[in-house]
């Protein structure tokens, strides 16, 4: 029998962190020890890459974990396979955050994937708050590239910076 999860990695591009991750990473420190933010290279993501650098989202996370009192979480980058990141911080999971069934389809080909990789990692699922159901770094790029507001989707501080990058 194997140990308990003590340690997960929630991973991800966060370009940008949203209001619904803030909630399921809120919602993983409930559940684990240590949680660590895995923010992936993803440059070729959808084949267009990232609206903002690596090192951008990485500080991006972190001010927006300390904007909502969301305290003990590491934010590390990474680039490669996922399995091999868990491995090197020493997580025995992956969280992930599921708003449709859409997200289940894919989410369950990457379990399954990484469970062939790394047999000893264990996947988690974490249903989205109905609040954030809707909520997704894409749309909420497309309605700050259109200069709409994106206030209740974001924290104020991922707001500015859009505001910023979109001007």
Request: proline share 5%; with cysteine; hydrophobic share 45%.
């Given at each position: 029998m194997s140990s308990r999860l003590t340690?997960?990695?929630l991973?991800?591009?966060?370009d940008p962190i949203t209001l619904g991750h803030l909630d399921v990473v809120a919602r993983a420190c409930k559940l684990f020890g240590k949680v660590t933010v895995g923010v992936a290279a993803s440059r070729t993501k959808h084949g267009v890459g990232t609206a903002f650098t690596l090192h951008e989202r990485v500080e991006m996370i972190r001010e927006a974990l300390a904007e909502h009192?969301?305290?003990?979480?590491?934010?590390l980058p990474f680039e490669g396979l996922l399995v091999d990141f868990c491995r090197s911080?020493?997580?025995?999971?992956?969280?992930?955050?599921?708003?449709?069934?859409?997200?289940?389809e894919y989410e369950l080909q990457q379990a399954d994937l990484?469970?062939?990789l790394a047999p000893?990692?264990?996947?988690?699922?974490?249903?989205?708050s109905p609040a954030f159901g809707y909520v997704s770094s894409s749309i909420v790029r497309e309605l700050a590239s259109l200069?709409?507001?994106?206030?209740?989707?974001?924290?104020?501080?991922?707001?500015?910076?859009?505001?910023?990058?979109y001007r």
């Open positions: 340690h997960v990695v991973p991800g591009t966060y009192g969301i305290e003990d979480v590491e934010v911080v020493g997580a025995q999971g992956v969280v992930k955050g599921l708003r449709a069934m859409t997200d289940f990484n469970a062939h000893d990692l264990e996947s988690v699922f974490v249903m989205a200069g709409s507001p994106v206030d209740g989707l974001v924290p104020k501080c991922i707001a500015r910076r859009l505001a910023d990058h």
